[in-house]
């Protein structure tokens, strides 16, 4: 299994609401990430895990919490999001350490729209 | 901090010829990365192509090579024998290889149509 899934793939929310994104790998990576991308953008990094820890933050606003309660998945929670917060956020996965370089792996990404 | 530029927003190209991709960096790391990512629309974003800074010989990939000009911070993707499948955005990007801090540095990107 060389993929990594995204649930929903479309969510549209009011900037009261909370929802979370999920995101799933079954490779063994113990690295995952959380990326925001505009249209026709490159991906913005947001946040790494490894080794289900935080290790990286890329001073996201704090309406956006990350989680990952185990090695296979890794949780998005939103919360008072603001209309430019609209966005594909992508999800990625990698292996960690050794000489070469880990692939990171994208899934398919959630459309978000905020309202 | 490592930047990427792609000078070429959009390209077009008949279908089964050759179309060359524009990238180049600015860093003072000695040993690193540098990719090629292909983005269809609507679909995930997948790696193309690999090039490691201290290897001299050019990456290829099936129809996709790179031409990697170390002194002049330059790695360009030519892709031959285009096909209506490459249809895509494509993100050159960065990456030191010591200490790994998992960061890829993207380019803007260039969108790549390929007409039949």
């Known amino acids: 299994d060389t993929e990594v899934t995204q649930t929903p793939k479309h969510l549209v929310m009011g900037m009261t609401n909370k929802k979370s994104l999920k995101c799933e790998q079954h490779m063994g990576h113990r690295a995952m990430y959380w990326y925001k991308q505009k249209a026709k953008k490159p991906p913005e990094l947001m946040f790494v895990y490894s080794y289900e820890k935080l290790s990286i933050n890329e001073s996201v606003p704090s309406r956006f919490s990350p989680e990952c309660p185990n090695s296979s998945l890794l949780n998005l929670h939103l919360h008072a999001l603001q209309p430019e917060d609209s966005a594909l956020y992508l999800c990625?996965?990698?292996?960690?350490?050794?000489?070469?370089?880990?692939?990171?792996?994208f899934g398919p990404g959630t459309r978000l729209t905020v309202l | 901090a490592q930047t990427v530029t792609q000078s070429q927003p959009e390209m077009s190209v008949q279908e089964a010829e050759t179309v060359t991709l524009s990238c180049t960096y600015d860093t003072s790391e000695s040993n690193y990365y540098l990719f090629w990512y292909k983005q269809p629309p609507s679909r995930q974003m997948i790696l193309v192509i690999r090039?490691?800074?201290?290897?001299?010989q050019n990456a290829t990939e099936n129809r996709f090579s790179v031409n990697f000009q170390k002194a002049a911070k330059s790695f360009s993707l030519k892709i031959s024998d285009s096909q209506l499948g490459d249809t895509a955005m494509y993100f050159c990007?960065?990456?030191?290889?010591?200490?790994?801090?998992?960061?890829?540095?993207f380019g803007a990107g260039t969108t790549v149509t390929v007409r039949a």
């Open positions: 990007a960065f990456m030191k290889q010591y200490p790994n801090d998992y960061k890829l540095s």
């Open positions: 990625a996965s990698s292996q960690v350490g050794g000489s070469s370089y880990n692939e990171q792996f």
């Open positions: 090039q490691e800074a201290y290897k001299q």
